[in-house]
Structures are given as C-alpha cells and as structure tokens.
C-alpha cells in the first residue's frame, strides 16, 4: 500500500484533543495529542479501506492557515 502525506488540524476540546483530517472529513480525538493523531491516523486508513480515497484528492490542495477577526465583549440579538 502506497504511503499518502494527509493533514491533521488538532484543537484542544473541553477535555481531549479533538483532530480532523480535512481531506477526508474524518475526525477523531484523545486525551494528549499524540494519541488524537495516532487515533486519526487509525482512523483514516479504516475509512480508506472502507470508502477508497475520493477522486483527486491530493495534500496540496489543502491550505491550512489562522486569521483574527474582532469580536464583541456582549452579544446583541439580531432583530428582523
């Protein structure tokens, strides 16, 4: 089986590490990120085995990258 470079976004949820693998929509989670990475990886080759991998999909078609935006203190109902 050929090797594939895939890319694991990890974010830290309100009591594990949460991972998702953006180019297959598959996500995954554990208690250090290690394990949220070793569970993704696990959890990739299970859905490739199952699914296949979709049309095309390649790493560099994926951009990963952050950005800030402003945000309010208080939160305001919108009215319609």
Same mark, same amino acid.
């Given at each position: 089986?050929?090797?594939?470079?895939?890319?694991?976004?990890?974010?830290? !949820?309100?009591?594990?590490?949460?991972?998702?693998?953006?180019? /297959?929509?598959?996500?995954? *989670?554990?208690?250090?990120? %290690?394990? =949220?990475?070793?569970?993704?990886?696990?959890?990739?080759?299970?859905?490739?085995?199952?699914? !296949?991998?979709p049309e095309g999909i390649s790493?560099?078609?994926? /951009?990963?990258?952050?950005? *800030?935006?402003?945000?309010? %203190?208080? =939160?305001?109902?919108?009215r319609a």
């Amino acid at each position: 089986m050929a090797k594939m470079g895939l890319t694991a976004i990890i974010r830290k !949820g309100e009591k594990q590490f949460v991972a998702l693998c953006p180019e /297959l929509d598959v996500v995954s *989670e554990g208690y250090t990120v %290690e394990v =949220a990475i070793k569970n993704l990886k696990e959890a990739c080759e299970l859905y490739i085995e199952e699914m !296949g991998l979709p049309e095309g999909i390649s790493s560099g078609d994926i /951009l990963v990258t952050s950005f *800030e935006v402003k945000s309010n %203190e208080t =939160a305001e109902a919108i009215r319609a």
